[in-house]
């Protein structure tokens, strides 16, 4: 139960006078509620627990962080790349 | 799914490798506060793609296997009741209680539904006026706001057929408490991501500061893990115990103040018994003096119960870190997540049950490489 998981957000609405979205999570959609996020449009990410919305994702922050991750590793390649490492200063600095 | 796949991405995962591998000299124990984080772990086997000398140790942020047991005996009496309608998360269904569970309860006739949110349990009260309708709101930080909506959408209704079933535990103390233990092996934290998300970071730097214990906020995808992994290694290795957050793209350090307003406005800190832990000095929530009329225990009279714990269950050893799932003797024999002796093989965010369904039968380590 304690899984939340990211979903897109389809619309927004409102039932009873509570802000709501459709949500789709990979093909299936759910009524979730935004109460907490009341401000989130169409097309945001959302991470939803138990029918609530309670953050969303941010993409920025979201690529910056996969960014980190390519670079991981890159400086060895380019220690052991015998292509590089003969081709002298030049072709070292990306 | 954006931000889903990506952080599923194995050559990245191998780029995270390398960097742990080289950034690690020496042995290093880490705690997962989170059973997300745990089934992650064990369903992608990253334990045992890290290195030797680098020990995951399974926290209990897991609210289905430390809800004690007197509270789900509380939740077995009430259920039976011929006025009830109890409304619960699916997983609590085969959380053993002392005699019983919810299972037997709803086949011997107790109206038992499994719902996906609280606010569906508000909806039962509405359409069924001459019944009671009680939630079992348990889980952490996380789930703590669904619940408090539901019993703020049940006043605004003025609804009198409506009452939940507190058990709210929160995750800052129980980590403390961790600390405290004599026993205590934890060097660094995987803080539980989503509990953050709520929350927010600021209870965390006092925690890392008293046990000098790092504490990396960290997310739920194979990536995430190993990042936090990476973070948490990184500072042990410089000797530095400081609070970061690997995974931005979903905490900030306010946490959701919307959500942390209702929280605060619904729910008052109490002490709460963790199963197989014991009694954690303000570590839960119950409600507070203007929602205490929803409380479940005070409408119902479910005092002077006596829970009876099964005693072949080590889990309150597996939930501090003190063994792993396989080292219980009734582990795959007598207890299977079909028939659990313990709360930790019922949920699949336990450590037995992952264990379990990802056939860790093993010790760990044997046969992965
Ligand atoms: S395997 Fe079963 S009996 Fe053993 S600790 Fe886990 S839940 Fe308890």
Redesign the interface.
């Given at each position: 139960?304690?899984?939340?998981v990211?979903?897109?957000v389809v619309r927004t609405f409102e039932r009873h006078g509570?802000p709501m979205a459709e949500v789709d999570?990979?093909g299936v959609s759910?009524d979730v509620?935004l109460?907490?996020?009341?401000e989130v449009a169409a097309d945001d990410?959302v991470?939803v627990?138990?029918?609530?919305a309670?953050?969303?994702?941010?993409?920025r922050?979201?690529l910056?962080?996969?960014a980190e991750?390519?670079r991981?590793?890159l400086l060895?390649e380019e220690l052991i790349d015998p292509f590089t490492a003969e081709a002298g200063e030049e072709a070292v600095t990306p | 799914?954006?931000?889903?796949e990506?952080?599923r991405d194995p050559e990245?995962a191998e780029?995270?490798l390398?960097?742990i591998h080289a950034v690690t000299t020496r042995p290093w124990a880490l705690m997962e506060v989170?059973?997300?984080q745990t089934?992650s772990i064990i369903r992608h086997g990253i334990d045992q793609l890290l290195p030797e000398s680098i020990e995951l140790i399974h926290g209990p942020?897991?609210?289905?296997c430390v809800t004690p047991l007197e509270i789900i005996d509380k939740a077995l009496e009430i259920a039976s009741r011929p006025e009830v309608i109890f409304c619960s998360?699916?997983?609590?269904l085969r959380v053993p209680g002392s005699r019983a569970d919810l299972f037997q309860v709803k086949s011997t006739g107790g109206d038992i539904r499994v719902v996906?949110?609280?606010?569906?349990a508000v909806t039962l009260a509405v359409d069924n006026p001459d019944r009671q309708v009680v939630f079992f709101g348990i889980?952490?930080e996380?789930?703590a706001?669904?619940n408090a909506?539901a019993v703020y959408?049940a006043r605004q209704l003025g609804l009198r057929n409506f009452s939940l079933l507190v058990s709210h535990v929160l995750v800052p103390p129980a980590m403390a408490a961790i600390m405290e233990s004599p026993a205590c092996r934890v060097q660094a934290f995987l803080a539980a991501g989503?509990v953050c998300?709520?929350m927010g970071t600021d209870e965390y730097p006092p925690l890392a500061e008293r046990y000098r214990v790092p504490i990396v906020v960290t997310g739920?995808e194979p990536?995430d893990i190993l990042?936090g992994v990476r973070q948490a290694v990184v500072q042990l290795e410089a000797g530095r115990h400081t609070v970061d957050n690997a995974y931005?793209?979903?905490?900030?350090a306010e946490?959701?103040p919307?959500?942390r307003a209702?929280l605060h406005a619904v729910f008052e800190v109490t002490d709460r018994a963790w199963r197989g832990i014991g009694t954690i000095p303000r570590s839960g929530w119950r409600l507070s003096p203007d929602y205490r009329e929803f409380d479940a225990e005070l409408r119902f009279d479910v005092g002077g119960l006596r829970a009876d714990e099964s005693t072949a269950c080590r889990s309150g050893e597996v939930l501090q870190g003190l063994i792993k799932p396989h080292e219980c003797a009734a582990f795959g024999a007598e207890c299977t997540p079909r028939h659990p002796l313990g709360a930790t093989m019922v949920?699949s965010?336990g450590a037995c049950a992952a264990y379990y369904l990802y056939r860790r039968l093993e010790p760990a380590r044997a046969g992965a490489r």
């Open positions: 139960m304690c899984l939340a990211p979903g897109r509570t999570f990979g759910k509620c109460a907490y996020l009341p990410y991470i627990h138990v029918g609530f309670i953050q969303r994702l941010d993409e922050r979201a910056e962080t996969l991750f390519r991981f590793g060895d | 799914m954006r931000y889903l990506e952080f990245l780029r995270l390398k960097e989170c059973g997300g089934h942020g897991c609210p289905v998360f699916g997983d609590m996906y949110s609280p606010l569906d889980g952490f996380t789930t706001p669904a909506m959408q989503h998300s709520v739920f990536l990042e931005p793209r979903a905490v900030l946490g959701n919307a959500a209702m949920s965010e």
